[in-house]
C-alpha cells in the first residue's frame, strides 16, 4: 500500500501527517502582554544576564536591518532546510503579537522568507521573525521596518515540499524554544526565555537594570570635562 508517497514508495517511508516531522499544533498558553511589554523595554543584554549568560541564539542569528527589535511569545517552526510551505501555515495560526522562531537547519542556500512573506505577517500581527537559516528582499524588509533575525540572505528561493512541524519545541541557534516562550530580539541578537521563568527572569533583569543605570551615572559624572579650555 502507498500513502501520501510517489509511486513504488512503500508506506514504511510515506508521509504520515500527524506524527514526529508533520504535525501542526495551533493552541498553547502564551505570557501575559504586560510581561512582555516590560521585556520590551529592556536591552537583551541585560535579559541575557539575568538567565546568567544563557539563552542568547549564535552571535550569527542578528537583525538584517538597524534598529530591528522585537518581543513577543514564540511560534516554534521546525522545517527541512531551504522548505518554506510550513512557514506559511505558521504565519497563518499565529496570534496577533507573536513571534515566529524557525529553525530552517541553519542552511544558507535557499531563503525561506521574504517580502511578501513579511507582508502576510504584517497583515496577522506578526511582531517579528527568528530563523536559524537566510532570508532575502532584505532592502523591502528594512523598508517595510518588519523585524527580522536571521544568519544572512541568499538570492535563491524557497523549496516546497512541506514537511516539518509547527507548536513544537525546536532548536534555533543553539537554544531550545518551546511555544509560549518569551522571544526577545535587539541589536545584539536573540535571546529565549521559559515560559515558565518569565515573571522570575524579568523582575531579575529589571533590577540588573536599575543597578546598571545607577553605575551609568556614576561613570558620567567621573568624566572630564571634554568641552575644552574657554577661548582666549
Known sequence: MVVEGTAGTPEIH???????GARIRAEWPRPDREVIRRFGTLPISIIGD??????????????LWPGAASAGPAVPVWVRAGDNALIHQAIALAQPGDVLVINAQGSTAHAVFGELMALKCLVQGVAGVVIDGVVRDVEDLAALKFPVFA???????????????VGYPIA????????GDVVLADGDGVVIVPIADAVSVLRHAESIAVWEQERR???IAQLPDRAGPEPR
Do not use: F, N, Y
Not at 539575568?50 to 537583525?63: F, K, N, T, V, Y
Not at 544568519?151 to 512541524?165: I, M
Open 217 to 219: 551615572a556614576e561613570l
Open 172 to 179: 534555533c541557534g543553539g537554544v531550545v524554544c518551546a511555544p
Open 50 to 63: 539575568a538567565m546568567h549568560r544563557l539563552g542568547a541564539m549564535h552571535g550569527q542569528i542578528r537583525s
Open 151 to 165: 544568519r544572512g540572505a541568499c538570492a535563491s528561493g524557497p523549496l516546497k515540499d512541506g514537511t516539518g512541524e
Open 14 to 20: 510515506a508521509r504520515r501527517i500527524g506524527a514526529p
